[in-house]
């Protein structure tokens, strides 16, 4: 055994091997510029991002005269009659539409992606990574580029301008992106379960809709957050698959396509209230969901890399 003699005076971080402290200190000090400066930009961005939300909302109690004279001003007086204007001039109809066509497109894009996912995940089969890179392009195939053949295709079906034609679309459209999250999340679940199920003698469905797809709950609500953001702020696929084709048939126009209408409607004359509190009510229910979320999607977005 070596016996080490210090000097009197001499500390631990003046030895030949103490750079550590050293080290750690420097490290310590570039975590807090690091902090400082990271904090700093989220603030930054929060500011951006709030700023034209609330400018949107106080627009909503204002009139034209104010909204002209000073559109970063209070409101005088607080009008409320801006919103009743906008649901009675059609913000009502087409919020009830867009809930229609997600009550059946959300549940269906959860369900059918989910089951897609924990498939190529977890049972091996040939082409099962042909498949799965299939989605992934899908995920990364821009919309534009297949409108055409999409509206023709829907027309072939004889679904434009139904309810059914843009549930489906909706569908197609937001599973690469389910089936990608959910196919990593699926990988990162214990196997021991899925063992002990199936020596237990559980089928296939049972250990998929019993087991494995309660524990996949944190991904579960991450991804149907992010289809149901997609789909409620959608408005290319509406505007081209919900037009009305002949004069008797009705308009089943969605949230986003009936805030161009509202603007159209307006003609010459401004309202300017009625067009911010039709925005307003088409964001509330997003702002909500997302901030009685927000816990369970970072939770979700985390845990893949945790386990």
């Known amino acids: 055994m ?41 603030a930054v961005w929060a500011v951006l991002i709030v700023l034209p939300l609330v400018w949107l909302a106080l627009g909503s109690f204002k009139t034209d ?12 007086n607080w009008h409320f009659d801006a919103f009743s204007r906008a649901w009675d001039k059609g913000i009502g109809d087409y919020f009830a539409h867009t809930l229609i066509v997600m009550a059946f497109s959300i549940p269906l894009t959860m369900l059918l992606g989910s089951m897609a996912a924990y498939v190529l995940a977890r049972y091996p089969f040939p082409g099962n990574r042909l498949i799965y890179y299939f989605f992934v392009t899908g995920a990364m195939f821009p919309v534009f580029l297949a409108l055409v053949p999409l509206f023709f295709m829907v027309k072939r079906f004889d679904m434009l301008n139904t309810y059914q034609g843009l549930i489906l679309v909706y569908v197609a459209y937001s599973m690469p992106f389910t089936v990608f999250f959910m196919h990593s999340f699926f990988r990162t679940l214990p196997t021991a379960v899925h063992e002990a199920a199936v020596i237990d003698g559980a089928s296939d469905t049972r250990i998929f809709f019993q087991v494995m797809l309660p524990m996949a709950r944190p991904g579960l609500i991450s991804v149907g957050i992010f289809n149901v953001l997609g789909q409620w702020n959608q408005y290319i696929l509406p505007s081209v698959l919900m037009q009305p084709q002949t004069g008797s048939d009705p308009e089943r126009y969605m949230l986003t396509q009936g805030l161009i209408q509202l603007q159209y409607q307006m003609g010459y004359e401004t309202d300017l209230p009625v067009l911010f509190a039709g925005v307003t009510i088409a964001m509330i229910p997003m702002l909500v969901v997302y901030l009685s979320f927000q816990r369970q999607i970072q939770a979700g977005l985390t845990s893949a890399t945790l386990k």
Request: glycine share 16%; proline share 8%; no cysteine.
């Open 65 to 76: 005269a104010q909204i002209g004279g000073s559109a970063l001003s209070w409101p005088s």
């Open 2 to 42: 070596t016996t080490v003699i210090k000097a009197p005076g001499e500390s631990s971080a003046e030895k030949p091997d103490g750079g550590r402290p050293a080290a750690r200190a420097g490290r310590g000090s570039d975590g807090t510029a690091l902090n400082v400066f990271s904090h700093g930009f989220l």
